[in-house]
């Protein structure tokens, strides 16, 4: 599985920014996606995830009521959609998917998106 972020940038306080991860390869075995992010001087951390399907989402409790998750399996694209940004909301956004195969399972990660939030 490959994947690949586009959509980062630099935004002020307040506005809003959609992220976008493309898959490509063996899609058909994720089982789930996620969008996680590391702050300079920080342990990358989760942000919010989405099952294959789109049946069921999570959110870390910094992005509840602005972020959403979401999946366009046609173009096999995740989303996230990032309102009332805040300058704490900087960092770089890595996409991954989680895979099984044969009862062993793996993650793999995009390059990554710098997000950029200025007060």
């Known amino acids: 599985v490959q994947l690949v972020e586009s959509g980062g940038g630099l935004v002020q306080a307040g506005g809003s920014l959609r992220l976008s991860c493309a898959a490509s390869?063996?899609?058909?075995?994720?089982?789930?996606m996620g969008w996680y992010r590391q702050a300079p001087g920080n342990e990358r951390e989760l942000v919010a995830t989405?099952?294959?399907?789109?049946?069921?989402?999570n959110y870390a409790d910094s992005v509840k009521g602005r972020f959403t998750i979401s999946t366009d399996n046609a173009k096999k694209t995740m989303y996230l959609q990032m309102n009332s940004l805040k300058p704490e909301d900087t960092a770089v956004y890595y996409c991954?998917?989680?895979?099984?195969?044969?009862?062993?399972?793996?993650?793999?990660w995009g390059q990554g998106t710098q997000v950029t939030v200025s007060s």
């Open positions: 991954n998917a989680k895979t099984s195969y044969r009862g062993s399972y793996y993650n793999y």
């Open positions: 989405i099952t294959s399907g789109g049946g069921s989402t």
């Open positions: 390869g063996s899609t058909f075995s994720i089982n789930a």
